[in-house]
């Protein structure tokens, strides 16, 4: 299944009439794709720039593994009953959630 969310890449930037501490996280076509606060605490900041990078990078993680996972199938095929903590199955498992199979 393919995704059906706003197209990538997703870029981080700030839009001019919104909050100075606020992260914005925005798609080719200027569509806004998310709002992170920016807190005041050090510690919790850090940890908001941390989540606005993974928002952002979002749309190419996913591509990537399911790249991975094509590769890995074709090459060595499919195998369908993997421990529920094997990578794969966690990369599966990964993969159904952001395409809201699961």
Do not use: C
């Amino acid at each position: 299944m393919e995704f059906n969310g706003s197209k990538s890449p997703w870029h981080i930037g700030s839009h001019p009439f919104e909050y100075r501490n606020r992260h914005t996280i925005r798609s080719d076509d200027n569509t806004v794709i998310a709002h992170v606060s920016q807190p005041s605490d050090n510690e919790q900041s850090a940890r908001a720039d941390a989540d606005v990078r993974l928002i952002a990078a979002a749309p190419e993680l996913l591509e990537a593994l399911q790249k991975l996972l094509k590769y890995h199938d074709d090459f060595y095929g499919s195998e369908p009953n993997e421990d529920p903590e094997h990578p794969l199955a966690v990369a599966k498992a990964a993969i159904a959630k952001a395409l809201g199979q699961q």
